[in-house]
């Protein structure tokens, strides 16, 4: 917000005074000796400046969509939420700090609007991520001193949120390759199961790059519970169906794609017949879905389809760390 100073100039109106102080008015001299009282100095014009109290800046609230003493996965990233958006990173940057086992880590904040809802309502995202995935079994820690601090002209950071410490657990990955139409998961690097896949047909062809468990199964939101089995409701308009209940199924980008149970799907590990979703045998979804924890990785190779846009979701890896480093919509820090 800025902060004008206004400029008054107040014109006090002079006249010419004579000893007595009653104002003088010529008429001409009554004889050559008469004598007069010598004017007075004109008064000049004195200008007045008044300046209005400064406006207070505007606080910008930060919380965090991980909660003090949570279990991530090894490609979870820290997500940070600013109400209203900061135009300014330089004493964010300066400001907050993040360990792993009480040492420094190797990381970078990247500023993002994941939609245009959120942009709309003035709201950005710093996320952070190392250059690699997390270690396995390792104690995060953020702490943010920036209480009162510059978040841009005319705001500061309110300081509410002043720390943040959560855990990673096991290293889970699962690499999809779309040439044989497998999926090999891996628990700190070693393979637990290789299972067959269907994925995305070829008008609806699967995202390649790195994608992250984001949410398993789904809230009814009549009771705020999860549904039975893991169940979502999914829609496909093109496909002529909507609130089909589907079992097991582990989402991994915004935009709908899940790994799940389909036991209708005769074609897995055959050939790719899905809406975009990695399609499962209906004990081989069950197993992912219960071995899966929030913040998993899950690779994928070899598809039709695009590499996955780094905002349907938390793509933050298929963003290059040379770019990634720059910090996003906030590039001046």
């Known amino acids: 917000?800025?902060?004008?100073?206004?400029?008054?100039?107040?014109?006090?109106a002079g006249c010419t005074t004579g000893s007595d102080g009653s104002p003088v008015t010529s008429t001409g001299p009554t004889s050559s000796t008469t004598t007069s009282s010598p004017p007075a100095s004109p008064v000049t014009s004195v200008p007045v400046t008044s300046t209005p109290p400064a406006r207070p800046n505007t606080k910008v609230h930060l919380r965090a969509l991980q909660s003090d003493g949570s279990e991530w996965g090894i490609g979870m990233p820290i997500i940070l939420f600013a109400t209203p958006a900061p135009t300014d990173s330089t004493e964010f940057t300066k400001n907050v700090t993040v360990t792993v086992n009480g040492e420094p880590a190797e990381g970078a904040w990247y500023w993002e609007y994941p939609s245009a809802d959120e942009k709309k309502a003035h709201t950005i995202q710093a996320h952070y991520r190392p250059k690699e995935y997390w270690?396995?079994?390792?104690?995060?820690?953020?702490?943010?001193?920036?209480?009162?601090?510059?978040?841009?002209?005319?705001?500061e950071y309110d300081g509410k949120l002043t720390s943040l410490d959560f855990t990673i657990g096991d290293a889970h990955i699962s690499k999809v390759d779309a040439s044989d139409l497998r999926m090999t998961v891996y628990d700190d690097n070693e393979v637990v199961k290789t299972v067959p896949v269907s994925l995305?047909?070829?008008a609806t062809p699967t995202f390649n790059g790195t994608k992250i468990v984001m949410q398993k199964g789904e809230q009814d939101p009549k009771t705020g519970a999860l549904?039975?089995?893991?169940?979502?409701?999914?829609?496909?308009p093109q496909g002529g169906y909507c609130n089909d209940p589907v079992p097991w199924s582990v989402r991994i980008t915004n935009s709908g794609e899940y790994v799940h149970a389909a036991g209708w799907n005769t074609h897995i590990g055959e050939r790719s017949t899905s809406n975009g979703c990695t399609?499962?045998?209906?004990?081989?979804?069950?197993?992912?879905?219960?071995?899966?924890n929030l913040g998993d990785v899950v690779e994928y190779v070899g598809t039709k389809g695009e590499k996955m846009p780094p905002l349907d979701g938390y793509g933050d890896w298929n963003i290059a760390w040379p770019v990634w480093q720059r910090g996003g919509e906030l590039l001046n820090h």
């Open 1 to 12: 917000m800025r902060s004008l100073a206004m400029l008054f100039v107040l014109v006090l």
């Open 135 to 155: 270690p396995p079994d390792s104690e995060v820690k953020v702490e943010l001193n920036l209480a009162g601090k510059s978040a841009g002209k005319g705001l």
């Open 200 to 202: 995305g047909a070829a």
């Open 227 to 236: 549904r039975k089995n893991g169940t979502v409701l999914m829609c496909n």
């Open 279 to 292: 399609n499962l045998k209906p004990a081989d979804g069950e197993w992912f879905y219960k071995f899966s």
